[in-house]
């Protein structure tokens, strides 16, 4: 059975920083592609950063150099270092793990709420 499961959301002040993690079990997971993706109230769902799976690393321009994704493939787990957030951060953050020719896998996301 495959599980992907987020966690680490939560409250913080404007400017503060949240890690969030995203466990995938039952799936080969070196092989996949990992992301994350946030969909605040009323909008799309939209890309935060991705990670290949030899590493290589894609952030939404709003979000270069504020988060930071990775990857530990030993735990089965990508991360995603958040830092200086801001309001217009807040939004359900969701873990995506994709391979060609393979099932995609989403989790059923965190709630991160930037608010003073």
């Known amino acids: 059975q495959v599980r992907v499961v987020e966690s680490g959301g939560g409250l913080v002040q404007p400017g503060g920083s949240l890690r969030l993690s995203c466990a995938a079990s039952?799936?080969?997971?070196?092989?996949?592609?990992m992301g994350w993706y946030r969909q605040a109230p009323g909008k799309q769902r939209e890309l935060v950063a991705r990670?290949?799976?030899?590493?290589?690393?894609d952030y939404a321009d709003s979000m270069k150099g504020r988060f930071t994704i990775s990857r530990d493939n030993a735990k089965h787990t990508v991360y995603l270092q958040m830092n200086s957030l801001k309001p217009e951060d807040t939004a359900v953050y969701y873990c995506?793990?994709?391979?060609?020719?393979?099932?995609?896998?989403w989790g059923q996301g965190t709630q991160v709420t930037v608010s003073s």
């Open positions: 995506n793990a994709i391979r060609e020719g393979l099932p995609a896998y």
């Open positions: 039952g799936i080969f997971f070196s092989i996949y592609h």
């Open positions: 990670i290949t799976s030899g590493g290589n690393t």
